[in-house]
């Protein structure tokens, strides 16, 4: 499985959930297979992800939040992980997909392809939920056990990216749409 596969699998298992995702490949492959108003696509900072999604879900508690995030990404911004388990939202679950690679700058190794492990990490962050998947024909069912809560899922994958367009949308066009999709969700 690779990362587009993985995108895939849990683009079918969405309902109404916010999508906050990281930047560079995973955000394109996302937009190319389901651009949605509820995505949030973040194009300029690295690291970032997880950060805006947790602030996405404190402030709309009554909405749910799935982070698309990547490894290279979360080593970045490993704090992120100990913010947000002390923080822990009932409604955000943080997916990162681990392919041990900097994908969008030409699959460099990153360290969970030596020693790091994520999962640890974010154990020891203070996460209570943790799911490990690597087979694509468990994303789905995994995802749908998860319910409320903070949950951190780990998604390991193959290296590559898919060859698809870039998202022609603005920055400010992405994050008004965004906001506006927020507003104007209404509660099934
Ligand atoms: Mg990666």
Redesign the pocket.
């Given at each position: 499985m690779k990362r587009y596969d993985a995108i895939k699998k849990i683009v079918e298992s969405l309902s109404n959930e916010f999508i906050v995702c990281n930047l560079g490949a995973p955000s394109r492959e996302l937009y190319n297979i389901s651009d949605r108003d509820s995505n949030f696509y973040m194009l300029g900072s690295m690291g970032l992800a997880s950060s805006i999604a947790l602030g996405v879900a404190l402030a709309q508690p009554k909405q749910t939040v799935w982070c698309i995030d990547?490894?290279?990404s979360l080593l970045m911004n490993l704090g992120s992980l100990s913010t947000i388990a002390n923080n822990s939202p009932h409604n955000l679950t943080l997916i990162v997909i681990?392919?041990s690679?900097?994908?969008s700058t030409g699959d460099q190794k990153?360290y969970t392809s030596g020693k790091s492990k994520l999962e640890v990490i974010a154990k020891g962050a203070g996460f209570e939920s943790i799911t490990i998947i690597d087979k694509e024909n468990e994303i789905i069912q995994g995802l749908k056990n998860l319910g409320a809560g903070c949950h951190f899922v780990l998604i390991k994958t193959q290296p590559g990216n898919a060859y698809v367009s870039i998202i022609p949308l603005l920055p400010e066009e992405i994050k008004t749409r965004f906001c506006k999709a927020m507003l104007n969700f209404r509660h099934p």
């Open positions: 990547g490894d290279g681990d392919n690679s900097y994908g990153t």
